[in-house]
């Protein structure tokens, strides 16, 4: 499969504990986005990177969260002092420069 | 005011029906506008990718955009049942999205009934 993958796809943790996404985007995507998907609402645009640039992550809910892409391929979102609120499906995209943006099947997280 | 305006239905239609979903915005700088397909529980699934104003076809899927309203629609010929699935509108100012990500609307649930 050559598409988007994401680890895990399911994630139940309890309030306060630190959890940790991987994305691994489609091979030679020099562009990946984080996303955040509550119930009933459209993914919500977090973070972006070109290659292991953070270009932008002003947009990132808190600094609760943080993203790398340490060698310009994988990346990981990190959630630290996980909140009920953060309850949600947390979707990565790659794209080539200019082009459409692929997602991920996405990371459900619970946090009870 | 939110952005990009879409309704979130459900819409249930019979099984061949023509399809008509759309969304609203009010960024006149966008420029490039997608329809996301998702399932339950799933990513969402590219179907359509536009630039600017006009049509665009893809088998039983159309793309319309009217910059000037601010509305764009997509179209579902001969619907199937395996059509019902959440539709996600999408744009953005530069062409992928840029640093600004891509701006969604609240996705559309269609029923297609066999």
């Known amino acids: 499969d050559t598409g988007v993958s994401q680890d895990p796809r399911h994630k139940i943790t309890k309030r306060g504990q630190n959890v940790t996404f991987r994305c691994d985007p489609i091979s030679e995507h020099n562009r990946l986005y984080w996303y955040r998907q509550t119930l009933g609402q459209g993914p919500e645009f977090l973070t972006y990177?070109?290659?292991?640039?953070?270009?932008?992550k002003s947009r990132l809910l808190s600094d609760r969260f943080s993203a790398e892409r340490p060698k310009g391929s994988f990346s990981t979102l990190e959630i630290q002092r996980t909140e009920q609120g953060d309850s949600a499906m947390y979707l990565c995209?790659?794209?080539?420069?200019?082009?459409?943006?692929?997602f991920g099947p996405g990371t459900r997280l619970t946090v009870l | 005011q939110k952005e990009v305006e879409q309704d979130p239905g459900p819409l249930s239609v019979p099984e061949g029906a023509i399809v008509s979903l759309n969304c609203t915005y009010s960024?006149?700088?966008?420029?490039?506008f997608m329809w996301y397909r998702q399932y339950s529980r799933k990513g969402p699934e590219l179907l359509m990718y536009t630039y600017s104003s006009g049509n665009k076809e893809d088998g039983r899927f159309t793309a319309q955009v009217d910059k000037s309203s601010k509305y764009i629609s997509l179209f579902i010929r001969d619907s199937q049942p395996s059509d019902s699935a959440t539709y996600l509108c999408?744009?953005?100012?530069?062409?992928?999205?840029?640093?600004?990500?891509?701006?969604f609307g609240k996705g559309t649930h269609l029923i297609i009934q066999p």
């Open positions: 960024n006149s700088a966008f420029q490039y």
């Open positions: 995209a790659s794209s080539w420069t200019g082009n459409e943006q692929f």
């Open positions: 990177f070109q290659n292991e640039a953070q270009l932008e």
């Open positions: 999408a744009m953005s100012e530069s062409s992928g999205g840029g640093a600004d990500g891509l701006t």
